[in-house]
């Protein structure tokens, strides 16, 4: 794994982002309970082995994506009528894209990335 990095993103309207499966996607509202709930598909394989559980291959499933990371943090904060997320991870932005995209589809925009 690598050092830790802290990604700010931006959500434009949280109310309407969702992932593409319904099964696997945000369901929340509130800022606090997407941090949630991205910080817990970051902290344990819980969302991704769903993931893999319904592609038609599961065993060729690419296992750089499975990594977690028991120690990352996410908070999340309205701002300006977006949601602000802010994840510090030593997963690679790789990772973190899968999980967004699972959770809440192509609904966020990545501003920055900084050494922690």
Do not use: C
């Not at 794994?1 to 319904?22: C, E, K, S, V, W």
């Not at 509202?29 to 291959?57: H, N, T, V, Y």
């Amino acid at each position: 794994m690598t050092q830790a990095q802290r990604f700010y993103i931006t959500i434009a309207n949280l109310a309407h982002a969702r992932g593409p499966d319904p099964d696997l996607a945000f369901q929340g509202s509130s800022p606090q309970s997407f941090a949630s709930a991205l910080q817990e598909a970051l902290r344990q394989p819980i969302l991704f082995q769903r993931w893999k559980a319904k592609q038609p291959d599961p065993d060729e499933v690419d296992q750089s994506l499975a990594p977690v990371d028991p120690a990352a943090t996410v908070t999340a904060e309205v701002k300006d009528l977006h949601t602000d997320v802010q994840v510090v991870t030593n997963l690679t932005h790789f990772v973190l894209r899968h999980r967004l995209f699972m959770l809440i589809g192509p609904n966020w925009q990545l501003h920055d990335v900084a050494a922690t």
